[in-house]
């Protein structure tokens, strides 16, 4: 009988995604849904690991790494990789995969449901009637920014940020996005139009941030980027947190430009109710829920799983991360 390599998984995961771990491997999990995995625990749970499927909230660093002598595969159930040690995986000959696509669709639906609600202020709206200060209609009451027929910016335009520009069609918006190099396929499949981040700012009325985070979008936003936008523009950050100055944002949110923000991801989540975001009007926070809906959730952790699977047995899969 073949043996079962040994796996740690850091968070119980939905059923059809434990169902495909148990049929190949040997199966050690963290049994808890809610709450991360304590560090120790981690440690603990990798030492005797061939695979190791983990969250974006594990951080998966040269300790862990060296924590588990006989670990060859990590599949994170996620895109973003920005918590693990890549060169402490390459150093070691460590094969990492990720759940690019399934998540795309959901992600910038969200994306679209706070640049929505920051625009016509939806959530300062609700919280206006739930105080009982709903007075009579009068023609400036709660007036917010057209996002219709307007300019969408998309900073990072790969798989969701594409995906953001193309509800922008519907919205018959005029589409530019900034990546590190103008992608023809943009212009061609979605009439978009390349820009520099400077210009792409300064000329949308709406900005949403899909980029990765890395060293080089690390700080990415900040007073100077928010100067250049538009007095009645609205900045949605989608991505990674730590590309935003966030101390910066509240000022120039204060100051009325960028006019508002929606925002899932924060410097460090999870943020509390003293976060000074909170004491502006002019936001919309949601608690990095970019990929969470029932069906989404479902897809990442059985495509996690599978990806571990596939790497431990030396099939091929087309998520390893290069
Ligand atoms: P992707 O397909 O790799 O797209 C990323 C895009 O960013 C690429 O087009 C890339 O183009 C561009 N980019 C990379 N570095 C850049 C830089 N320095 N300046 C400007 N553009 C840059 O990834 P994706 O699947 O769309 O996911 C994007 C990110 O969204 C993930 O990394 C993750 O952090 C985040 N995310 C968040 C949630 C959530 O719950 N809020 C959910 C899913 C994903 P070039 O290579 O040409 O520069």
């Known amino acids: 009988m073949k043996i079962k390599p040994p796996i740690f998984v850091t968070r119980r995961l939905p059923d059809p995604a434990m169902a495909i771990l148990a049929e190949h491997c040997t199966v050690s999990w963290w049994d808890q849904v809610e709450m991360p995995i304590p560090r120790d625990e981690l440690l603990r749970g990798v030492a005797a690991a061939e695979g190791l499927l983990c969250l974006i909230t594990d951080r998966i660093d ?63 709206g609700h919280k206006l009637i739930e105080r009982g200060e709903w007075g009579p209609w009068h023609p400036l009451q709660m007036v917010g920014q057209d996002i219709y027929g307007r300019v969408l910016g998309v900073v990072g335009a790969g798989r969701i940020g594409q995906a953001v520009l193309r509800r922008g069609r519907g919205f018959g918006m005029r589409l530019i996005y900034h990546n590190r190099r103008p992608n023809p396929i943009l212009a061609a499949e979605l009439g978009a139009e390349y820009r520099p981040l400077n ?54 949110l204060r100051a009325g430009r960028p006019w508002a923000a929606g925002l899932d ?37 059985t495509l996690a799983a599978e990806n571990l699977v596939a ?9 390893i991360v290069k």
């Not at 990415?220 to 935003?244: D, E, H, T, W």
């Not at 909170?278 to 990929?291: D, F, R, Y």
């Not at 790497?311 to 998520?319: D, F, I, K, Y």
């Open 62 to 124: 040269a300790e862990v790494i060296a924590a588990a002598p006989r670990l060859c595969a990590v599949s994170i159930m996620a895109v973003g990789y920005d918590n693990i040690d890549r060169a402490a995986l390459a150093a070691r000959g460590i094969t990492l995969t990720n759940t690019p696509d399934v998540l795309t669709e959901t992600t910038a639906d969200l994306a679209w449901a706070l640049l929505l609600a920051a625009a016509r202020r939806v959530v300062e």
């Open 199 to 252: 210009d792409l700012l300064a000329e949308s009325d709406a900005v949403v941030v899909t980029a990765p985070l890395t060293d080089e979008t690390r700080g990415m936003f900040g007073s100077a980027q928010f100067a250049l936008m538009k007095p009645a523009s609205i900045f949605v950050n989608v991505a990674r947190g730590p590309l935003v100055r966030e101390d910066e944002l509240v000022a120039a």
């Open 265 to 301: 991801v924060f410097d460090r989540e999870p943020i509390g109710p003293d976060h000074p975001l909170l004491a502006l009007p002019n936001v919309v926070l949601t608690p990095h829920i970019g990929s969470a809906s029932v069906a989404t959730r479902v897809r990442m952790a």
């Open 311 to 319: 790497v431990l047995s030396g099939r091929a899969t087309p998520h």
